[in-house]
């Protein structure tokens, strides 16, 4: 059965035996389903920030709790672990949020040690894994990660407008314990419906059907690879792009400390002074290749190179030639 045959692809690869649904929606839908089920109005949430997806968790957050505190740092920045506990223990929070991939940031935050941080402090930690499963290994459940989601577009490789999510035991239990106020939370992705649906290895509401099948031949291919040498590519794939930019004298965006790392997903490269990001782009898609500029108040500063999904080593040999010529094309803004 199709649903389930996804359902069952994608608990291997999030290393999970928590329930899992596959939601009609981008991965904004899983991020707002995970937080608006989480929590009601008065419900203490701890949100970690440091780039527009942390950011956008505490936008969620406060559309449904009046009780959120935002842990933010810089855009590109590490999380700072001290001050994550001190907010934790002041606030005790319910539920704790991060972005493990920051892809606005090109940055992979430390999501093992925060998960055993929330857990030591009794809350539920939901993680955006939406541009790391599939292109890292996350083992949710070793990590305790009570949500987990993904979204279909990034490292699975399928077609956007599919999200997955991944609810623990306690996780439920926190929305049980919510029961009556549950008015609140969002009717169309009702956590609740999708469980009882599954029942009957159905969703609650009509599923893009055409997106299910892509999904499922999207994971058929991951099979095929294997999760190990899927992992070991997007970290070569990204290890080849961050050299090149280095040796062609560019520097990477990210700050990092002894728990963050550079993103095997996408690499977020900074714009030389005077150089003109929007132009770069356009040289290198005349070339047939796309990437992407920064989000936000990145604009204009960094470039950004996705390594997520099926791209092969052709792929990025072909994008740093690209990148090379674009660059001695006097990309100048003044000129
Ligand atoms: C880390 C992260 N979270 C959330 C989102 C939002 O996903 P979508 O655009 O599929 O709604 C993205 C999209 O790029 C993302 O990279």
Redesign the pocket.
């Known amino acids: 059965m199709l649903y389930e045959e996804i359902v069952d692809a994608l608990k291997e690869i999030f290393q999970t035996r928590n329930d899992l649904f596959v939601l009609s929606g ?4 899983a ?1 707002e389903a995970a937080i608006g089920n989480l929590l009601r109005k008065d419900t203490p949430v701890v949100c970690i920030a440091n780039g527009k ?1 942390g950011d ?1 968790l505490v936008e969620i957050g406060n559309r449904y709790s009046d009780n959120v505190t935002a842990v933010s740092f810089e855009w590109g920045t590490p999380i700072d672990l001290e001050e994550v506990e001190e907010a934790i223990e002041e606030k005790q929070p319910q539920v704790v949020t991060m ?1 493990h ?3 606005s940031t090109g940055m992979l935050n430390p999501a093992q040690v925060v998960g055993t941080l929330a857990h030591k402090h009794n809350a539920l930690l939901v993680l ?1 894994c ?2 790391s499963i599939g292109g890292y290994d996350v083992p949710v459940d070793s990590w305790g990660v009570d949500i987990a989601i993904v ?1 279909s ?2 490292c699975l490789g399928a077609p ?1 407008g599919l ?1 997955a999510i991944s609810v623990s035991e306690r996780a439920w239990e926190l929305m049980l314990d919510n029961g009556d106020s549950r008015v609140r939370i969002p009717y169309y992705m009702d956590l609740l419906a999708y469980r009882e649906s599954f029942n009957k290895r159905q969703t609650p509401y009509t599923p893009a059907l055409p997106l299910f099948f892509a999904l499922h031949e999207a994971l058929e291919v991951i099979r095929e690879e294997g999760m190990t040498k899927r992992v070991e590519r997007h970290r070569q794939l990204a290890d080849t792009i961050r050299n090149a930019a280095t040796t062609m004298g560019l520097t990477l965006f990210p700050v990092l400390d002894e728990v963050s790392e550079y993103s095997n997903t996408v690499t977020a490269i900074n714009v030389p002074p005077g150089l003109d990001d929007a132009l770069l782009r356009a040289r290198m898609r005349e070339r047939g290749i796309m990437i992407a500029g920064g989000q936000g108040k990145l604009k204009g500063k960094i470039i950004r190179i996705a390594t997520m999904g099926n791209i092969t080593e052709d792929e990025v040999s072909r994008t740093i030639l690209a990148l090379e010529d674009a660059l001695r094309g006097r990309i100048d803004k003044g000129e």
């Not at 981008?26 to 839908?29: A, F, K, L």
């Open positions: 981008s991965g904004t839908c991020m997806f956008r972005v991939n920051e892809t955006d939406i541009t979204g577009q990034k956007p999200s």
